[in-house]
């Protein structure tokens, strides 16, 4: 496919949902989808921090506050993605959506696909990996699951870097952490 027939498409696509669910639409990358998992991934952090700390201070059992982490990242997952045509927040910047065959997952297949993120993260992540050398772009929880992560947008060259940059925030922050607690530690 040409480079300008796939923006067509995908401009197209931004305009009308019916193209948009036809099936014309190219698969995302794995940069895109790593940046737009992590940028679920830090709201996720943000939203659990604050359930956590209520119920640390209220007295909860630990395994109480694990399980509450993962119901909450579980049911943003599942309901972004089947009640915002197949996108969370961070795939809504990154342009792309989870599709399945040509409309965007039910929240039964959502949450299920949630759940094959933790195959994927076996062993090493290498089912995330999966995306980046396949020729249709799938990770292991899209098989699993029966979806497919596609680019509905045309984004701009300082947006697509902006997406995939983020992609590298854990790693740096955890860097800078780790320099920074090496020069304030015990000698």
């Known amino acids: 496919m040409r480079s300008d ?5 995908l401009e197209s696509a931004a305009r009308d949902s019916s ?24 709201l996720i952090f943000l939203a659990f921090t604050s359930v956590q700390v209520a119920m640390l201070l209220s007295g909860f059992p630990a395994a109480l506050i694990s399980a509450a982490g993962v119901c909450i990242s579980g049911a943003y997952f599942a309901v972004m993605t089947s009640a ?9 910047c990154a342009g792309i959506a989870v599709l399945r065959g040509a409309a965007e997952p039910d ?9 094959a993120y933790y195959l ?3 062993p090493a992540g290498a089912g995330f990996l999966m995306a980046a050398f ?9 098989v699993v699951a ?42």
Request: aromatic residues 10%; contains cysteine.
């Open 5 to 9: 027939e796939s923006s067509e498409i």
């Open 19 to 42: 193209l948009r669910m036809s099936g014309a639409l190219p698969p995302a990358g794995f940069w895109l989808r790593a940046g737009a998992f992590t940028i679920d991934s830090v």
């Open 84 to 92: 915002c045509q197949g996108q969370t927040f961070g795939k809504m």
């Open 107 to 115: 929240f039964g297949r959502a949450l299920g696909r949630y759940f």
């Open 120 to 122: 994927s993260i076996l």
């Open 134 to 142: 396949t020729r249709d772009k799938r990770a292991l929880h899209d």
């Open 146 to 187: 029966g979806t497919r992560v596609v680019r509905v947008l045309e984004l701009p060259a300082w947006r697509k870097a902006l997406i995939v940059g983020a992609t590298f925030l854990p790693f740096v922050a955890g860097l800078l952490l780790g320099i920074l607690g090496a020069l304030l530690g015990n000698p």
